[in-house]
């Protein structure tokens, strides 16, 4: 059963600090985004990679985050220095980003678990 | 910019009953996907349904199916025989595709479902 897996699964650290989070998208998914979950905001599009070429970080506040892909199986997403306004639950997803003939699900998008960041 | 509102922030009913929540767009587009995501406590997204903007039949997926108005840009989700299993948000979601390939998601704000034994 693939599954997109992220970790840390929580993390509290304090304002100031660098946070790094994982992701590894489902093996042969060539597109990964990274979401962010607030109350107030709800859920955002942060980025997006598609064969590990970034294609729209728009989401993102510039100055303290960045994401990257090093490789097929890792994505992550930094923040330095991390904020307590920062604190939410980010989203790993992974997909085909396209539809494939013959696959009816080709253009889902398949979300990891989260981690749950709190910022002190 | 894509928009998606949800205008219904709770929603309760009594098990077996059905339910239908609302969701509405705005786009100028015309290539693009909507979907209704499902999110229990366990705070896991998983996909409900989904619809395919060219095509005009409303897609069902077992109690779920959808009530998909293009022209009133009008996407709501119905739950026949509702389940104690069913409460949770429920967020719609829209999404744009061109020859590149999909972009991420915009989501609404959520209906949050109670199912009441």
């Known amino acids: 059963d693939a599954r997109v897996t992220q970790t840390p699964r929580h993390k509290v650290t304090e304002m100031g600090q660098e946070v790094t989070m994982r992701c590894q998208p489902i093996?042969?998914?060539?597109?990964v985004f990274w979401y962010r979950q607030t109350m107030m905001q709800g859920l955002e599009l942060l980025a997006y990679f598609r064969n590990r070429a970034p294609l729209d970080d728009s989401g993102m506040p510039k100055d303290r985050f960045s994401a990257e892909m090093p490789d097929a199986t890792l994505a992550t997403l930094k923040i330095q220095p991390s904020e307590p306004r920062d604190s939410a639950v980010y989203f790993c997803a992974s997909g085909f980003g396209q539809p494939f003939p013959g696959k009816e699900n080709s253009y889902e998008q398949y979300f990891g678990p989260g981690t749950r960041l709190t910022v002190t | 910019a894509q928009t998606v509102t949800q205008s219904q922030p709770e929603m309760s009913v009594q098990e077996a009953e059905t339910v239908t929540l609302s969701c509405t767009y705005d786009?100028?587009?015309?290539?693009?996907?909507l979907f209704w995501y499902k999110q229990p406590p366990s705070r896991q997204m998983i996909l409900v349904i989904r619809q395919e903007a060219y095509k005009q039949q409303n897609a069902t997926e077992n109690r779920f199916s959808v009530n998909f108005q293009k022209a009133a840009k009008s996407f709501s989700l119905k739950i026949s025989d509702s389940q104690l299993g069913d409460t949770a948000m429920y967020f719609c979601a829209f999404m744009l595709y061109s020859g590149g390939g999909a972009d991420g998601l915009t989501f609404g704000k959520g209906t949050h479902l109670i199912i009441q034994p």
């Open positions: 093996l042969g998914h060539n597109t």
């Open positions: 786009t100028s587009e015309s290539n693009y996907y």
